[in-house]
Structure formats: structure tokens, C-alpha cells
């Protein structure tokens, strides 16, 4: 399809360099924003799980540290997260950016724990007496059952990281 006239020359210019086009761009975009968010309610679902399902000593006050971590305004963790980026050297990466979200959920966390705690715990009697482990009743049992909190979660997330301008330029080192 041939635009003709005026528009010919813009088309040329833009096919000949398609790097102008900021492709390259959309794709990094798009990199950091799904590993982000998988990363995020994967985390989050393994902390969810041990939280509420698992019993363990102090298990209310771990939840509750993981709560006051919601009190904490991101802007007070970005200089920790860009010391500890470039100690390991991860400073204009991709991984920064992703990295600066996988365990960022405590909202996430909440929100699951939440649900999670809607859901009867002979379940997971009826799954360990099957001979299910953990992790089993985990896959097997609560994801399924939990899955618009999950579906929820990462929309919360991937609108958060779609919506986070600053961190590309927090993480690069300008020369």
C-alpha cells in the first residue's frame, strides 16, 4: 500500500531506519513489565502460602512485618535499591528494573493472605492425607481456587510498572 504524495517521503524515512520508530523500545518496555509482574505474584503467592497456610513460630508477626512494609513510601527505597543494584553491578540492565519489583508485593501478599484465609483448611488435610506435599497442595489446590486474586494482583502490578517512569532513569548511569 502506497501512501503517495507528501507521505511517501515520511514512510521511506521510517522503513530505511526502524530504530526511529522506537521499537526496540516497546520491546524492552514490554520485557520488564511481564517479568516484573510474573515475578512479583510469583513471589508474592510463595509468601502468601507460607503465611497463611503454613504453621510456623511467629507467623503473625513475620505477616505484620510484611504489613509495616506497606507504611514505608517507595521514594524512602529508592537510594537502598540503587546501592544494592550497583553493588552487584546491575546498573543500566534490564534486570535492575525487573529486579527493583520481584519482591516488591506487599500489598499483593495482603491481598492473597486474605483470600487465602476464605478458603477451608480441611482441604489441606483432605490433600495431605492423599499424600500431597506442600508445593502439591499449593499447584494442585489453592491456584485454582485463588485465581481472580491472582488475575487482580497482576493487573495491580503491570498497571504499577506500566505507570513507572522514573525507574528507567533512577537505574541508568548517564556518561
Not at 47 to 65: D, E, H, Q
Not at 75 to 94: A, C, E, F, G, S
Request: with cysteine; charged share 15%.
Amino acid at each position: 500500500m502506497d501512501p503517495g504524495g507528501h507521505y511517501r517521503g515520511i514512510y521511506r524515512h521510517y522503513l530505511q531506519d526502524p530504530e526511529k520508530l522506537g521499537l526496540l523500545r516497546v520491546g524492552d518496555s514490554l520485557i520488564v513489565t511481564v517479568a516484573g509482574t510474573a515475578g512479583c505474584v510469583i513471589t508474592s503467592l510463595f509468601a502468601t502460602y507460607a503465611l497463611s497456610r503454613i504453621k510456623f513460630r511467629f507467623s503473625g508477626f513475620w505477616f505484620g512485618c510484611v504489613m509495616l512494609t506497606m507504611m514505608i513510601p517507595q521514594q524512602v527505597m529508592v537510594v537502598p535499591q540503587y546501592i544494592i543494584l550497583k553493588k552487584l553491578h546491575l546498573i543500566d540492565t534490564r534486570t535492575a528494573l525487573v529486579l527493583s519489583w520481584f519482591f516488591g508485593g506487599a500489598f499483593f501478599i495482603f491481598l492473597m493472605v486474605q483470600f487465602f484465609r476464605g478458603i477451608p483448611r480441611e482441604l489441606d488435610e483432605a490433600a495431605e492425607n492423599d499424600g500431597c506435599g506442600k508445593l502439591a497442595i499449593l499447584f494442585r489446590i489453592m491456584i485454582p481456587i485463588v485465581k481472580p486474586a491472582i488475575v487482580t494482583s497482576s493487573l495491580c502490578v503491570l498497571l504499577d510498572l506500566a505507570g513507572l517512569f522514573p525507574a528507567p532513569d533512577l537505574y541508568e548511569q548517564w556518561q
